[in-house]
């Protein structure tokens, strides 16, 4: 299965945690398909699932699913960020939402299959009393969130009690870092506040004696793109087959001479994988707007659901997709992958002539992704 090309491309820490066995983290599980939450969720139901529910084949019978657990100090914003991501809450909205007094466990029903844990800041999970496995036995990564605009070195604090506790258990969760409200800061603060954040939290890992700690910073915000994009990065590392499909779009782009490649989950607007090249956050904020104007008009003229009995259920239709000019010159082309999928590309040409090469290889790709995540049989 190979990508057609145009000529001019042929030649192209303490002791009692020492007793916790140290275990991997989750890695997310990507489904072929949702068969009714009803039943999907039960993993007592009656007789063999008819699709694959995203459950790790170690887990607990419990939820089964690989986790994000957002934790920070009290206001930081958890549950906003959980709103607008999850629940497609308008920003303005959340300044109305209550503090969080309880874990909150949403459960992300798309393509990808995981959970989303909000812990209150109060909340003292390294209490004895509380069940660490319970709480990170199937985590794939702890998010942990900064209010930029407040005094921070409580929070710093407590991130680095939690990296500490974890690495002598659960060293394989990615710890990942959202400087949240930066919306609010001027451009030369916002800089300094993120220098200052992250040096002391290494610091203070490095004195503790975890020198060059794999910890990633993100600087964010409900008020644009950027929760989605970090988000986005935080899903990426928890895909096996991320440099498989980074591959894939390298290859598409190549061959189309596309200028960038998106692969969306539609329903969160979270990209799963791009190719290579840097992501520009003007072009990337273009291709989420696009999705929704596309979700929106399918909404009123798209065709009925389709028969969940059919073998084609899980296939994409292959009429469903899109392609705009803009006034930049260049091109967004949309192809639907399946139900939860779509590819959002850049492009310079979408002339008749090049409309059917990338077609062809766009049907390529769709062929290749299929036996990669298995998504028929």
């Known amino acids: 299965m190979s990508f057609l090309s145009t000529p001019a491309q042929r030649h192209e820490v303490d002791s009692q945690e020492e007793q916790r066995p140290r275990k991997t983290a989750a890695t997310l599980t990507l489904e072929r398909y949702l068969q009714d939450q009803a039943t999907a969720d039960d993993p007592n139901a009656f007789g063999k699932p008819l699709f694959h529910t995203g459950r790790l084949p170690n887990g607990k019978l419990g939820d089964q699913k690989p986790r994000l657990l957002l934790m920070g100090q009290r206001r930081s914003g958890k549950s906003s960020i959980s709103s607008v991501v999850f629940h497609k809450m308008p920003p303005q909205e959340t300044l109305f939402l209550e503090s969080t007094t309880r874990i909150q466990k949403e459960s992300m029903h798309s393509f990808m299959d995981f959970q989303v844990l909000d812990f209150p800041g109060q909340l003292n999970y390294l209490d004895p009393t509380f069940d660490f496995e319970e709480i990170f036995g199937e985590t794939g990564a702890l998010i942990w969130v900064i209010d930029a605009q ?86 990426q590392k928890l895909i096996p087959q991320l440099p498989t499909l980074e591959s894939l779009l390298n290859n598409l782009c190549s061959a189309c001479r596309m200028e960038k490649a998106y692969l969306f989950d539609v329903l969160s607007k979270i990209y799963i994988a791009t190719d290579t090249s840097p992501v520009d956050m003007p072009s990337y904020e273009i291709c989420s707007d696009y ?69 062809n290889n766009v049907d390529v790709f769709q062929d290749a992704l299929a036996q990669v995540f298995d998504m028929q049989r």
């Open 291 to 359: 999705i929704d104007v596309i979700v929106d008009i399918s909404e009123i003229y798209g065709s009925d659901e389709p028969d969940k009995d059919d073998p084609g259920y899980a296939r994409a239709n292959p009429d469903a997709d899109s392609i705009i000019s803009l006034q930049s010159g260049n091109y967004l082309y949309l192809k639907e992958i399946n139900k939860y999928l779509a590819l959002i590309c850049i492009t310079k040409e979408a002339s008749t002539e090049q409309r059917g090469l990338i077609d």
């Open 150 to 235: 407040d005094e921070y070195l409580e929070a710093i604090a407590g991130l680095n009690r939690t990296i500490l506790s974890l690495q002598q258990s659960y060293p394989s969760i990615n710890i990942e870092v959202f400087i949240h409200k930066v919306d609010g800061l001027s451009e030369d603060y916002k800089i300094d506040t993120f220098r200052d954040i992250v040096q002391r939290i290494q610091d203070e890992l490095s004195d503790a004696g975890y020198e060059n700690a794999p910890v990633s910073f993100y600087q964010t915000s409900i008020y644009d793109h950027s929760i989605f994009e970090a988000f986005s990065k935080v899903i």
